[in-house]
């Protein structure tokens, strides 16, 4: 991927705040440093808007959350879970995301999904055709769409450093090997050798 990212060029950020939450849980055990996930992305160019969607739970515990986010001059949008009967909740932000980033698009030069989910490629497509917009990733590679790291224009794989992007983590255990060309064959090969 050639991407040109210089001083002048205006930036949006898009924070899928429960797919971040969910890989770094998952892989790290660990929560999300979004300060640097912010800076990194944004990578000293012209902020114009950062936002990040979160899903309130059911307890409300998230006022420390919502006031670390603001300190770090990002906007939260917040939606309730929903809960149906029997049951099953759901939660997510995916179409107000899109519908943000596309609202603002003509006012950027760069949109920064910060989310590894695929289910992003037709706006990276929309964004890309329709505004001529740069359209970047940050996200954990391991639990990204390996169609939507293609698809965009760059990609920050947040696995690469795990460090910088989780809080408290100390790192250590088992580290996962580099592959060539997002190899998903590879991938699949040595995670069910050790799985074994």
């Not at 939450?21 to 979004?34: E, G, I, Q, R, T």
């Not at 939260?76 to 049951?87: E, N, R, S």
């Not at 990276?124 to 329709?130: E, P, W």
Request: with cysteine; net charge positive.
């Amino acid at each position: 991927m050639s991407v040109i990212k210089h001083k002048d060029q205006r930036v949006g950020i898009f924070i899928d705040t429960q797919n971040l939450y969910h890989s770094a849980k998952n892989l790290y055990k660990s929560k999300v440093n979004f300060g640097n996930v912010v800076k990194d992305a944004l990578a000293n160019r012209v902020l114009i808007r950062s936002i990040a969607y979160v899903i309130t739970t059911e307890a409300g515990d998230e006022t420390n959350f919502f006031e670390a986010l603001e300190k770090l001059g990002i906007e939260a949008k917040t939606k309730d879970l929903q809960i149906f009967y029997g049951g099953a909740k759901k939660a997510d932000w995916d179409t107000g995301m899109a519908i943000d980033a596309i609202k603002m698009a003509h006012k950027l030069d760069a949109v920064i999904l910060a989310t590894g989910d695929g289910d992003f490629i037709p706006l990276v497509d929309y964004l890309r055709n329709s505004f001529g917009t740069q359209v970047e990733v940050i996200s954990f590679g391991r639990s990204s769409s390996s169609k939507l790291r293609e698809c965009v224009d760059d990609f920050i794989d947040m696995d690469e450093d795990p460090k910088r992007y989780l809080i408290g983590y100390r790192g250590g255990g088992y580290r996962f090997p580099k592959f060539s060309n997002n190899d998903e064959k590879e991938k699949n090969s040595h995670n069910q050798k050790n799985k074994k």
